[in-house]
C-alpha cells in the first residue's frame, strides 16, 4: 500500500509518499572508508517531519557525491503507520527495540510476525546490519521527532562521553537520561551496538518551522562527522545560523523524575505549561483519579502531556552546570568506576555485563547521580536493590579508527 502523508494547513502544503516495507530514502558513498551517517525518519508515524527532511536532502547529495568523505543512509521509521498518520499499529516502534524482540524479528527468522512493527524491526534490521558490518570507521546515528504542542527543539542523548562531545557541536539544549526512563528505543539498540547517537524533538508535529529545523540538524551532523566540509558546501552555516537562532542559548539538562501514567490514571497536565519551564518544589502540574500532582522537586518541567495518548505525564529535570560535565568526564576516562564494585552492600551481577546491584542501604547513600556521573545509568529496581548497568561503549568506540 502507498501511503501519502500531506502537512496541511500549511500555506505550501507539502506531500511526500512513503511505500510499506521500504525505508531506505536514500543511500550515499563517498569514500567507503570514512564514517557512517545513519538518520531515521518518522519512527512515530505521525511524525512526518523527519521523512519530508530526508527526502529534501536526498534530493540535493546526489550532485555533492565527490564530496562526501563516508557514507550516508537516511530511513524511513515506521512505513505502515507513516501511510496511515498514526503513530503505530500494534506497538510502539521506538520501545520494539529490546533485546527478546531483536532476537526475535532478526532477519530470516521464521515465521514472519503478524504484528506491523515486528515487520518493522526485521526490515529495519536488515539495513542496519549492512550498515554495521561494512563500517571501517565511525558510526553516527540521528533520530528525528517532533512533539503534539509547540516548544524550542531540544536534543535527546544517552549519556555516554562519546554521545556528548558530539552533541555539543550542535547548537542545542541537549536533553540527559531519557534513555534510562524508556526502554526499547532504537538509539539505545544502537548505542549498545556501539554507535554515536543523538535523537532530535524538532518541534510540533505539522510545523513548516518543524521541518527545517530537521534538515539543518541533518545538514549540520554531516559536517560534525566529518562527512561533508562546510568549505565544500558552505550552505551548512545558513543551516548552522538558523538552528542557533530558533533554539536559544545550548545548555545540557539532566532528567531525574519521570511521572509514568497509564489510562486508568485520567490524567489530566494543568494547562499553559511549557517545555523547559520552571517549576517549584510543591507546583500543582496534573490531576487525576487519585488527586492533585505537584512537582517533588525545583527543576524544570519536560514534555509535558496534552495530547490524550501517552505513557508518560511529564518529566523534571535540571540543568547541569559545565563543573559536573567535566568531572563526570575526568572520572569516567580513568575507570574511577571500576572501584564502585568494592563498597559494601554492591555486587557485581552475574548474570549481565557491567552490571552492579547496590542494596538500598549503600543506595540512599549514594544516590543515583553519583553512578550517573560514573557512567552507569539506572535499568531498574528489582524487590531491595538497585540496579545499574555500564555503557559498553562510552569512552571507546568499537569501531576501526578513520
Ligand atoms: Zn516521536
Known amino acids: 500500500m502507498l501511503g501519502t502523508f500531506s502537512t496541511t494547513g500549511q500555506a505550501t502544503a507539502k506531500?511526500?509518499?512513503?511505500?510499506?516495507?521500504?525505508?531506505?530514502?536514500?543511500?550515499?558513498?563517498?569514500?567507503?572508508?570514512?564514517?557512517?551517517?545513519?538518520?531515521?525518519?518518522?519512527?512515530?508515524?505521525?511524525?512526518?517531519g523527519g521523512v519530508i527532511?530526508?527526502?529534501?536532502?536526498a534530493g540535493i547529495l546526489p550532485g555533492l557525491a565527490a564530496k562526501l568523505r563516508g557514507r550516508v543512509f537516511f530511513l524511513a521509521g515506521n512505513t505502515r503507520a507513516f501511510g496511515r498518520g498514526i503513530r503505530f499499529i500494534d506497538s510502539d516502534l521506538n520501545r520494539h527495540w529490546t533485546i527478546e524482540n531483536v532476537a526475535r524479528n532478526r532477519p530470516g527468522a521464521t515465521p514472519p510476525s503478524k504484528s506491523a512493527e515486528d515487520r518493522e524491526q526485521t526490515e529495519l534490521l536488515t539495513i542496519l546490519n549492512r550498515a554495521l558490518k561494512t563500517a571501517r570507521a565511525?558510526?553516527?546515528?540521528?533520530?528525528?521527532?517532533?512533539?503534539?504542542?509547540?516548544?524550542?527543539?531540544?536534543?535527546?542523548?544517552?549519556?555516554?562521553?562519546?554521545?556528548?562531545?558530539?552533541?555539543?557541536?550542535?547548537?542545542v539544549t541537549i536533553l540527559l537520561g531519557i534513555e534510562e526512563q524508556l526502554d526499547g528505543t532504537i538509539l539505545e539498540y544502537l548505542n549498545n551496538r556501539g554507535?554515536?547517537?543523538?535523537?532530535?524533538?524538532?518541534?510540533?508535529?505539522?510545523a513548516e518551522k518543524t521541518i527545517r529545523t530537521h534538515e539543518a540538524l541533518v545538514w549540520l551532523a554531516l559536517a560534525n562527522s566529518g562527512i561533508l566540509s562546510p568549505e565544500d558546501y558552505p550552505e551548512i552555516r545558513k543551516h548552522e545560523n538558523f538552528l542557533r537562532a530558533t533554539t536559544g542559548r545550548p545548555r545540557v539538562v539532566e532528567i531525574r523524575y519521570r511521572h509514568a501514567i497509564t489510562a486508568a490514571d485520567e490524567f489530566k497536565m494543568e494547562p499553559g505549561f511549557?517545555?523547559?519551564?520552571?517549576?517549584?518544589?510543591?507546583?500543582?502540574?496534573?490531576?487525576?483519579?487519585?488527586g492533585e500532582v505537584r512537582a517533588g522537586e525545583s527543576g524544570m518541567i519536560l514534555m509535558p502531556l496534552y495530547q490524550a495518548l501517552g505513557e508518560d505525564g511529564f518529566f523534571l529535570g535540571r540543568e547541569i552546570a559545565p563543573f559536573w560535565l567535566r568531572l563526570s568526564g575526568w572520572l569516567r576516562r580513568?575507570?574511577?568506576?571500576?572501584?564502585?564494585?568494592?563498597?559494601?552492600?554492591?555486587?557485581?551481577?552475574?548474570?549481565e555485563d557491567e552490571t552492579l546491584e547496590i542494596n538500598t542501604r549503600i543506595a540512599r547513600l549514594f544516590p543515583l547521580q553519583i553512578f550517573h556521573l560514573l557512567g552507569f545509568r539506572k535499568r531498574r529496581w528489582q524487590h531491595d536493590k538497585l540496579v545499574v548497568s555500564r555503557r559498553k561503549f562510552d569512552t571507546k568506540s568499537p569501531f576501526p579508527k578513520d
Do not use: C, W
Open 138 to 171: 565511525e558510526v553516527y546515528a540521528m533520530d528525528l521527532h517532533s512533539t503534539s504542542a509547540d516548544g524550542v527543539p531540544f536534543a535527546t542523548v544517552g549519556d555516554t562521553l562519546r554521545n556528548r562531545s558530539f552533541a555539543r557541536k550542535f547548537p
Open 15 to 48: 506531500s511526500v509518499t512513503v511505500v510499506e516495507g521500504e525505508h531506505l530514502i536514500g543511500e550515499f558513498t563517498g569514500d567507503a572508508n570514512g564514517p557512517t551517517l545513519i538518520v531515521f525518519g518518522s519512527v512515530h508515524g505521525n511524525e512526518a
Open 334 to 351: 580513568r575507570s574511577v568506576a571500576s572501584l564502585m564494585r568494592f563498597l559494601p552492600g554492591v555486587r557485581v551481577s552475574m548474570r
Open 195 to 206: 554507535a554515536v547517537t543523538l535523537g532530535y524533538e524538532g518541534g510540533q508535529h505539522f
Open 53 to 57: 527532511a530526508l527526502e529534501k536532502i
Open 274 to 290: 511549557n517545555n523547559f519551564q520552571p517549576v517549584r518544589r510543591g507546583d500543582l502540574l496534573a490531576r487525576q483519579k487519585d
